[in-house]
């Protein structure tokens, strides 16, 4: 129940029992879904909290302890007021210019749409109030998350604005908050904060596009060589074969893709640098695009071998194998023949096994590690080491896996359907390029250290001698080196 206090002021609890002298007053403009939020956390962490409000005796209900009052009172009650009112209101604002003189005015407001207006709202709220010190803030919360408090993924708070006393003190609030803020500079980089809410999975973009294009692509491609090619030769329909055995071709396939152009980028670039001769040049912008989502490509890669792993554990219980199986056992009985075991066979199947499970547990190794409570645990060196030493050796076995799963059919011309190679020999293709001139760059490498050396290690003798020349100590400098 709101209690009068001022014919323009309105308290929610008597004021005694809840504001101490020394706790610090915010005001908040608005009674809104975020404002009441915004409040509820202030006053949980210790803040007295005055709200402004254009009907302070009729609003909705409010956190118990907070006032309210009419919106001049309120901005001349506290140095630091948050406006949790929507850009199209802010006209109200102009009649307060000489009371918001000086006070910090923290702009929480985001848009429905990019580009609406022609500058930020940030911006937009300065010129308003030319005398008021505008700091962009808390725009990156949603109102839920913080009645929850900051313990999950919204932890971060970013700002920005031109003063820097004024985001000092929003800095010490949303600290005692218990937010972590990121500063981003001057109110210049407003619009950059108010797009933030608006985007929908940036980085996830072009993995999603060409998980979904290579997925389509492999699907179709095996379609018509497994399915359609049955059908029009052989006169047999095996479309069941769709649901199980194609999404399994296509799932390993495309997660090796996948997995190689997270390794490619980096080969790219670093024979781009070998070949200008620095790294303190730019990369073009598709390469540095394609380095930035490597995280979002690698896990959309272990999603897919984890499909793979899913479907290749029901294949025993499936109903088509268990049919073949019995079937070729009772074909064997009925005409008496025994088969022999096959020691070359028996390793190369244990092999492809152990490769796949040896590829898949260092992929979840990866996976966990690019978790940001794993890798901020991580020092610079071990997290190189997982996501480099380590990316590459599972890129070997799941490449290797998938030779051995090919074997000697790479060799054999009805495995060539209608002239086509079949699915996995075509995924082998990437990563074994990857991996080709990963080896060639460590050789150029390691080959160009050493002419370095040796390069050094003249440098070093010929300056010796010119020295011991001046010196006329010729003798020494030999004996040195
Ligand atoms: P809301 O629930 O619609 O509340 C807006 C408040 O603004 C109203 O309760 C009203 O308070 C005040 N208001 C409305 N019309 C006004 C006018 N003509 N003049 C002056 N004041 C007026 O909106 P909200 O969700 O709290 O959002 C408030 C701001 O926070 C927006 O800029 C929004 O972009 C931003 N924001 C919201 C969220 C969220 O999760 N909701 C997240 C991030 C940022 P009184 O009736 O007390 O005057």
């Not at 001022?6 to 879904?33: H, N, R, W, Y």
């Not at 992929?363 to 190189?384: D, K, Q």
């Not at 996995?424 to 150029?444: E, F």
Request: proline share 4%; net charge positive; aromatic share 14%.
């Amino acid at each position: 129940m709101s209690k009068e206090v001022k014919p323009e002021s309105v308290s929610l609890c008597p004021l005694g029992m809840t504001a101490a002298p020394e706790q610090e007053l915010l005001c908040i403009f608005g009674t809104g879904d975020f404002g009441r939020s915004l409040g509820q956390r202030l006053l949980q962490t210790g803040y007295r909290v005055v709200y402004g409000s254009r009907r302070p005796h009729s609003c909705g209900p409010l956190p118990q302890g907070a006032q309210v009052m009419s919106h001049e009172a309120a901005a001349q009650s506290a140095g630091v007021i948050f406006l949790c009112v929507h850009r199209e209101n802010y006209d109200f604002l102009e009649t307060l210019v000489t009371q918001l003189k000086g006070k910090v005015l923290v702009d929480v407001s985001n848009n429905l749409k990019k580009n609406v207006y022609p500058e930020a709202n940030a911006e937009y709220l300065q010129r308003l109030i030319p005398g008021a010190h505008v700091v962009k803030a808390f725009n990156t919360l949603s109102a839920w998350s913080l009645q929850n408090g900051p313990s999950d993924a919204s932890r971060q708070v970013y700002l920005c604005g031109n003063s820097a006393e004024a985001k000092q003190q929003v800095v010490e609030t949303a600290t005692k908050l218990g937010f972590n803020v990121l500063d981003r500079g001057t109110l210049s980089a407003a619009r950059e904060l108010e797009d933030f809410p608006l985007q929908l999975f940036p980085e996830w973009r072009l993995p999603l596009r060409l998980a979904f294009g290579l997925t389509a692509f492999f699907f179709f491609y095996l379609l018509i060589r497994d399915v359609v090619y049955t059908y029009v030769e052989q006169d047999k329909d095996i479309s069941f074969r769709i649901m199980v055995s194609l999404a399994n071709k296509v799932f390993p396939i495309v997660s090796l893709i996948m997995l190689s152009l997270c390794y490619l980028p980096g080969v790219v670039a670093a024979f781009l640098q070998l070949y200008r001769g620095t790294k303190y040049k730019r990369f073009p912008d598709w390469l540095d695009r394609w380095m930035l989502c490597r995280k979002q490509l690698g896990l959309l890669a272990l999603g897919f071998a984890s499909l793979h792993v899913l479907y290749t554990l029901i294949i025993p219980i499936r109903y088509y194998v268990r049919f073949r199986i019995a079937e070729s056992t009772i074909s064997k009985i009925k005409e008496n023949q025994t088969s022999v075991f096959d020691t070359t066979m028996a390793w190369r199947v244990d092999s492809y096994y152990a490769m796949g499970i040896l590829g898949f547990g260092l992929y979840l190794l990866l996976g966990i590690s690019s978790l940001p409570s794993v890798s901020n645990a991580l020092s610079w060196r071990e997290f190189s080491f997982i996501q480099s030493k380590l990316g590459y050796l599972t890129l070997f076995f799941c490449t290797f896996h998938t030779y051995l799963y090919g074997w000697d059919k790479f060799l054999r011309p009805s495995y060539y359907k209608w002239y086509t190679p079949p699915g996995y020999m075509l995924c082998l293709v990437v990563p074994s390029v990857v991996m080709a001139l990963k080896l060639n760059y460590h050789n150029h490498r390691h080959r160009k250290n050493k002419t370095n050396r040796k390069r050094r290690y003249k440098d070093t003798a010929v300056t010796g001698i010119t020295r011991a020349i001046a010196l006329g100590n010729l003798t020494h400098c030999f004996g040195c080196h």
